[in-house]
């Protein structure tokens, strides 16, 4: 595939930055509904909402080293929407919420996955390796935890899971 110029691979990255400030406010939306017997879960999603938040310093500097703006992280009308779903799902409790985050991660590790195919230049092609890892762990992390509650007994009740599904 042909490099993109210099305007569009900033404005590609721009945009990620923005998806990753969204994803900041949904783990944020989520974690705050996580069922107080679901501890490991909460810390996973605290961990991931951490990974987008150095996404999204990692990515603006590359964006200034490359003469851009980055963003200052406002909210944008997609990112509103997803905010709104997120925290009507999450309203159910910790299983809400996962299939909530399980849609987020899904449309995040899509935009990751085209940026990844494009011949972007590094360090921006670089970074946006790395965080597409991070996003496709994120995404089966979420999965496993969804399968394990399928698992379990309702919420509200002490729930036994297994090693952490983010740690293996």
């Keep these: 595939m042909a490099m993109e110029t210099h305007k569009e691979t900033i404005d590609r990255v721009v945009d990620l930055i923005q998806l990753d400030a969204d994803a900041i406010r949904l783990y944020s939306t989520a974690i705050d509904h996580i069922d107080e017997a679901d501890g490991q879960i909460k810390m996973d999603l605290i961990s991931f909402r951490s990974d987008h938040e150095r996404h999204v310093r ?10 851009g703006e980055a963003p200052a992280g406002d909210r944008d009308l997609k990112g509103v ?14 299983k809400g919420a996962l299939k909530a985050m399980r849609m987020n991660e899904k449309l995040t590790n899509k935009n990751y996955a085209d940026a990844e195919r494009v011949s972007l230049p590094d360090p921006a092609g670089a970074l946006i390796a790395v965080n597409l ?3 496709r762990r994120h995404l089966a992390a979420i999965e496993r935890w969804l399968e394990l509650l399928e698992q ?7 729930r036994e899971f297994p090693s952490p599904p983010s740690r293996v």
């Excluded at 379990?152 to 002490?158: D, K, L, N, V």
């Design 58 to 67: 990692e990515l603006s500097r590359v964006v200034v080293e490359m003469g």
């Design 81 to 94: 929407a997803l905010e709104v779903l997120t925290a009507l799902r999450s309203v159910t409790g910790t």
């Design 133 to 135: 890892d991070d996003e």
């Design 152 to 158: 379990q007994p309702e919420e509200g009740t002490e």
